[in-house]
C-alpha cells in the first residue's frame, strides 16, 4: 500500500516492512520473518518489480522479526545491506542484540516462539553512524534510538516528514506507544529515545508492529 508519494508499508501479520520506490533502484526498510522474502517479492510484483530491484536493505535492530529474511533478499537482490555497528555483530552471529528478560511461563513461551525468530547469520555491508545521511528521499537520517535494543537506528525523511521507527516505538489506533517490557533492553533509555523523535516533529510515523501513524505530532507518548 503506497502511504506517500514513493513510499510504501508491507504489512505483514506479525511486522511491516517499508519500500521506497524511487528512479535510481528500490530500498527497503526491514525484512520481516523468515519467510517474509515471498511475501516481498509478491508486492514488488505488483508494483511491476523484482527483487533484483532492490538496491539497499535497511535495518533497524537485529530481532528475528526484522532481520529473518535479510540473507535470503541479499542473496537473491544482490542489494547493499545497512545496520548500526552492534547490531550488524548480532546478525553476522545470527543473534539478537540483547538477552530477552522474560522470566516464568512467559519464558517457557517466549522459548518456544523463538524458533519463528531464527534467522540466518550474514554480515551486513555498511555500518550506519548517527547522523549519517543516505541518499533515499532526498537524504534520509540515521537517527540512534537506542532502548528496545542496543543500538537500535530509526530513519527520518525530513523533506517529507516521515520516521521510520522500527520497534523504537509500537502504535495502535491511538497513537504511539514507547517500547517497554521483557523485549526492551532499557526502558529508560527508551523513553529518551521517543523524546528525540518527537523533538524531529515527523508528521507520519510508521513503526514495525502497528499501524500507520498519520498527524503524529500530539500522538507521542512522552511521560
Ligand atoms: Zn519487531
Redesign the pocket.
Known sequence: MEIAPHVHLIAGPV?NCYLIVEADGLTLIDTGLRGYAKKIAGYLSSLGFTVQDIRRILITHA?G??VGSLAGLKAASGATTYASAVEARAIARGESSRELKFTGPAKVLAGLLGRFFRFQAIEVDEILNPGDTLPVLGGLKVVPTPGHTPEHVSFYAPAQGILFAG?SMRANQRGLLPSRGANTWDEALALESVRHQAALRPSIVCV??GPVVRGAAGKFPLA
Do not use: C, K, L
Request: charged share 45%; proline share 0%; net charge negative.
Open positions: 511486522v530481532d522479526d526484522h520497534d514495525g508492529h
